[in-house]
């Protein structure tokens, strides 16, 4: 029997509801996310969650579009913690009123007076919370009362002990809450009773154990791209089928300077896992050949991949599964209005439509990226691999500006490897989340002993970001980008000048193509 304590985070469509669900995962607690109206309350006793979060979200409880579950869900004897909108909800669903806050819309920073109650044991009586709301509870609904206020707001959490019932307008889960993960620790310990069973090692080891009895005997397939996602799939069906895992990795010439080598010897050499590796450069340059567009590009190399995908495939015969790297936010409902659809997600650009198989494998479909990574340490992955920056699947080609040629690969190759070299070094920590050179089409001239040189513009990019919607630019030392501009123009031919890209995320994308 599955014995692992769940809790359910109830998304009414706020922003911040896979942080929700992120921070109670890091006590050790999974949680999952469901939109407010794919779940009933039986469902939710059957599913044996031990508490239930409320997210907040954007409307006001009386706006007849606001999101609103079955008042039932209070009666089930399952703990709740309401946050902003969803403390809202639980005063108005328990008979409450709400009310537009008196003195307008408190948002930032404010210190929260907090009662003695068992959601507050740890947390002093006076700490800084995170507020961003208009609307807040006006009068509690019987067998309530209120536990804390802020200047601005006279009931800032509210609470029905006998019922384990418990609302905060504040934000625990945004870390400008200083006892917000204290908080949270409260209500999933103290309130719900919960242990932190859900621990990485069990996962994986649960996750081995469960594939080696479902395939035992039989041939499972997975494109394997090197990123983190594919690669850690990869390693955990490996542990659990061994080489009736079929690995196929198609290697487009688009790679950066020696990943193709390094993902051979990570998973061949060093694992043992069953890897075919299509060395397929020349069929994917010839497609290119004279492409300037940056869409066709992708569009030719995406039709590529799942070409040479699938006739690697064919040689192999039936599958009984096709494994994909999904990870949980590609999976995740929102519980944003009734148009929500659930993301699709797959690492090959499209299900190859030639290979039989009966089913889809996704282990990763519970895991956050950061979860993930710990699984992928656990099972033996070096840490370069694992914590290794997203790259985009048609590789060097959306960041070669126009033609493609082996020339111009070869020169970006470089002087991508010597900006990662200069950048990882140590000389900059934390390191951007994304960091890469491009190659221009703008060529320029220079000197270089007593002669003339006309060669190409490499632009350096690096961004932080959290989610890669927007970005920064990142502020690198001048040194840095010293070291690195005088490196790439010593020791790439064929490289004058060297820029660095100072836009941010929007107006410009991350990529430049
Ligand atoms: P942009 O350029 O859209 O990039 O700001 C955001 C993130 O997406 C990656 N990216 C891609 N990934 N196929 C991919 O698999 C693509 O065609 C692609 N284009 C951009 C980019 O590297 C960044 O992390």
Known sequence: MDTTEKILVLDFGGQYNQLIARRVREQSVYAEIRP??????????????????????????????????????????????????????????????????????????????????????????????????????????????????????????????????????????????????????????????????????????????AYRERYAGKKVLLALSGGVDSSVAAMLLHRAIGRDLRCVFVDHGLLRKGEGDLVEKTFREEADVNLIRVNAADRFLTKLAGVRDPETKRRIIGEEFIRVFEEEAKKIGHVHALAQGTIYPDVIESGKGDSAVIKSHHNVGGLPSVISFDEIAEPLRELFKDEVRRVGVLLGLPEK?????????????????????????????????????????????????????????????????????????????????????????????????????????????????????????????????
């Open 36 to 209: 407010y109206d794919r779940i009933t309350p039986e469902e939710m006793r059957r599913e044996g969650y031990r508490g239930i979060i409320f997210t907040g979200g954007p409307n006001s409880v009386y706006d007849p579009a606001s999101p609103h579950c079955d008042p039932a869900v209070l009666g089930l004897g399952i703990p709740v913690l309401g946050i902003c909108y969803g403390a809202q909800l639980l005063a108005y669903l328990a008979g409450g009123t709400v009310a537009a806050a008196e003195h307008a819309s408190e948002y930032g920073k404010t210190v929260l007076h907090a009662e003695n109650n068992t959601l507050f044991e740890g947390v002093p009586q006076e700490s800084v919370c995170w507020m961003s709301h208009t609307d807040s509870v006006r009068a509690v609904p019987s067998g309530f009362t209120v536990i804390a206020h802020t200047e601005k707001c006279p009931c800032a959490a509210l609470a029905d002990d006998a019922r384990r019932l418990y609302g905060v307008q504040f934000h625990p889960e945004v870390t400008h809450t200083v006892f917000g993960k204290q908080i949270l620790k409260n209500f999933l310990f103290s309130v719900c009773g919960c242990t932190g069973n859900w621990k990485m090692e069990d996962y994986a080891a649960r996750t081995v154990a």
């Open 385 to 513: 691999l694992v914590r290794r920056q997203p790259f985009p699947g048609p590789g060097l080609a959306v960041r070669i500006l126009g033609e493609i040629t082996r020339e111009k690969i070869g020169i970006l190759q470089d002087a991508d490897a010597i900006f990662r070299e200069v950048l990882e070094e140590g000389a900059v920590d934390p390191l951007p989340d994304q960091y890469f050179a491009v190659l221009t089409e703008s060529r320029s001239v220079g000197v270089m002993g007593d002669a003339r040189t006309y060669g190409y513009t490499v632009a350096l990019r690096a961004v932080t970001t959290d989610d890669f919607m927007t970005a920064e630019w990142a502020r690198l030392p001048y040194e840095v980008l010293e070291e690195a501009s005088g490196r790439i123009t010593n020791e790439v031919s064929g490289v004058s000048r060297v820029v660095y890209d100072i836009s941010s995320k929007p107006p410009a994308t991350v990529e430049w193509e």
